[in-house]
């Protein structure tokens, strides 16, 4: 019986569900969507592998190789806030369910070696912590035989 | 009288996660549950050790899946004690406001599951339409509705703007008219009373003694409220533990219930104590040797977070124990001599979160 104002409201009202997928909402502009590369504009440096919780992007800085998988991502976004060119962008909408497991790899133009003889000390900096990552993704894949 | 035996779980209507319990019962009588557990073990505590102290806050954000945020305030704060870094007063405020938000979710949740326990669909349709109103404010000032990661260790990583505020303090408003709404339905209704009054009953000594948690423990009388001890900016707020005293489904939905709206009072209070000021402090190094103990108050109750660092980035041990956990031995003593129509319905009241117990 108390329920009866709350029924003859909602039956007076419009539905309050939308007719999806003919109807979308509009996505909010935070959202933190489908991950993407915009390849030119990113330096190797490999600071996203290092920070990613789920280990999921490899970065080759010889070939100029940025791969992700995508079925591994989380979607939290660190990488996008901590990358020092701001070339990782987020969509305000969900990648589409996909039918078979891809890899996203990406090719852009490895540094220039004789600006590498430049920036000698931050390289030097830079090539332990990429071992260390390297250490993270063999302990995991230990773990995963165990 | 002969005794039969009768599985439930670990895939059942009313269960959203697995849980089995092994029931003997006599003529529709239980007289005894046996648990089994187990079924979503993912190890996420070994994770600790391959995944550096930044990255276990994600890692910590899924250890359950509705109050992602409460997790990973807690284990940033044990971080932070450990590390002797000062969070700004505004990060505590936000993680405030976020943490309170997880919580009228999560009861909203809650109560619609439980009204579908008993068979009150249009109720259940109701609690989650008026919840889609807080995941959009989520998934507004965040990005994501549930797994909201905004936390790091010292601080928070998201902002909220004065439109933004105002867009929250009028959505909370209509949700709480609308709630309310519910309040006659979910504590008065005769078909509802039926079904939840004197069902499972909990008494105060036993509750007590058998380390019930959170709504389970305070709707047997029991004002115990980890928020209470002023954690980050709850010190600043004004608020008492809801209890109620009967101990039964009535009892801990009621108090959910009141949660609810209690939340939606301490987002206000918090956004009107915002502070202005950073969002996050700087952390440098890694976490020293040592040991720390953090408490936290979760939708389903006292969450407890044990930290061991090493001097390194990873952490010698990370331990959670969570509210449900706590909450399975007081079942246990809830469900000898009820109906077996009710076992489902006492089984939703501890609000049981199994991925979260079994992490
Ligand atoms: S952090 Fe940015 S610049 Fe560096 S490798 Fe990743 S995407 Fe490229
Ligand atoms: S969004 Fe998070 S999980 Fe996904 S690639 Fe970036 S850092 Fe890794």
New interface residues.
């Given amino acids: 019986?108390?329920?009866t104002?709350?029924?003859i409201k909602n039956l007076l009202k419009k539905p309050?569900t939308r007719l999806y997928p003919f109807t979308v909402r509009e996505p909010?502009p935070?959202?933190?969507g489908e991950l993407y590369i915009d390849i030119d504009a990113c330096i190797f440096c490999g600071t996203c592998a290092r920070?990613?919780?789920?280990?999921c992007i490899e970065v080759d800085k010889e070939q100029g190789l940025w791969s992700c998988d995508p079925h591994a991502c989380?979607?939290?976004?660190?990488c996008r806030?901590t990358c020092p060119t701001k070339c990782l962008h987020?969509k305000d909408v969900h990648r589409k369910p996909m039918t078979e497991r891809i890899m996203m790899v990406e090719k852009g133009e490895p540094p220039k070696p004789k600006k590498k003889a430049a920036e000698a000390a931050p390289k030097a900096e830079a090539e332990p912590k990429a071992d260390d990552a390297d250490k993270?993704e063999s302990?995991?894949a230990d773990?995963k035989k165990k | 009288m002969a005794t039969t035996v009768i599985p439930f779980g670990p895939q059942h209507p009313v269960l959203p996660e697995p849980v089995h319990l092994t029931l003997k019962v006599e003529d529709e009588i239980v007289k005894e549950a046996i648990p089994a557990l187990g079924y979503v073990h993912r190890g996420l505590e070994k994770l600790a050790e391959i995944r550096d102290y930044h990255q276990m806050i994600q890692v910590c954000e899924r250890v359950c899946g509705i109050c992602s945020m409460i997790h990973a305030v807690c284990y940033s704060q044990a971080i932070e004690e450990l590390m002797e870094v000062e969070v700004p007063k505004r990060a505590e405020m936000l993680r405030v406001i976020w943490s309170e938000l997880h919580r009228t979710h999560s009861h909203l949740l809650w109560l619609g599951l439980f009204a579908d326990a008993f068979g009150f669909e249009s109720l259940f349709m109701q609690f989650w339409k008026v919840r889609e109103r807080i995941m959009d404010i989520n998934e507004a000032t965040t990005g994501s509705r549930v797994i909201v990661s905004v936390n790091v260790i010292g601080g928070v990583r998201a902002d909220l703007s004065p439109e933004q505020i105002r867009w929250i303090l009028g959505e909370i408003d209509i949700v709480e008219k609308e709630v309310r709404a519910l309040q006659d339905t979910i504590m008065n209704d005769y078909t509802v009373k039926a079904r939840t009054v004197g069902v499972g009953v909990l008494s105060k000594e036993n509750a007590y003694l058998l380390g019930a948690a959170g709504p389970t423990l305070r709707g047997s009388g029991v004002a115990q409220d980890m928020r209470m001890l002023g954690y980050g900016g709850y010190s600043e707020l004004d608020f008492e533990p809801v209890v109620e005293t009967s101990g039964d489904c009535w009892a801990r939905s009621t108090v959910r219930f009141r949660e609810t709206l209690q939340s939606i009072d301490l987002v206000r209070q918090a956004i009107a104590k915002l502070p202005e000021g950073e969002l996050a402090a700087k952390v440098k190094g890694n976490p020293p040797e040592g040991e720390v103990y953090m408490r936290v108050e979760q939708p389903r109750g006292e969450c407890v977070y044990y930290i061991k660092g090493n001097g390194t980035k990873h952490l010698d041990r990370l331990r959670i124990r969570t509210p449900t956990f706590a909450n399975i031995p007081p079942l246990l003593a809830m469900l000898p001599g009820c109906e077996l129509a009710d076992v489902p319905v006492i089984v939703l009241a501890i609000d049981p979160c199994i991925s979260c117990t079994e992490r």
């Fill in positions: 019986m108390l329920f104002p709350t029924v309050a909010f935070n959202y933190r920070k990613c919780p789920s280990q989380v979607y939290c976004g660190i806030d987020m993270g302990k995991k773990a």
